[in-house]
Each structure stands twice: as C-alpha cells, then as structure tokens.
C-alpha cells in the first residue's frame, strides 16, 4: 500500500529542520574524522627516531648524582 496523500514539496518543507541538522551532524563527523587522520598520519616517523646512546661519563654522572 502507498501513503494517500504523498506531496514531496509540503513534505520536504515539513522536515527542512531535520534534514538539515542531519546534514550538520554528518558535515561534523567527517570533519572529526578528517582531524583524527592528519593527527594519526602526522605522527608517523616519530618511533623511528633513536637516541644516541649515553656515553660512559654521561653513566657516570648519573650514577655519581651530578648530573642535570
């Protein structure tokens, strides 16, 4: 069965509050998402760094409590 009385126009300015605060909602969440990516992407060669390692005075020091 079909609905009675079926006018897109009326409907679709009946429902323009909702529709558009869809709109917003999903205009939102890619923007979140698209953040979320360039923060994740952004960070991908800081793992790869390596100290250089301490040397023996710098041992030491620690060690002695000198030092920083």
């Not at 897109?8 to 969440?29: M, N």
């Amino acid at each position: 069965m079909s609905a009675p009385d079926t006018n897109v126009d009326r409907q679709t300015e009946k429902h323009k509050p909702s529709l558009l605060g869809i709109g917003a909602v999903v205009v939102f969440a890619l923007a979140a998402l698209g953040l979320f990516l360039l923060m994740v992407f952004d960070r991908g060669g800081e793992q790869d760094k390596v100290e250089a390692p301490a040397t023996a005075a710098e041992v030491q020091r620690v060690i002695d409590g000198t030092a920083d």
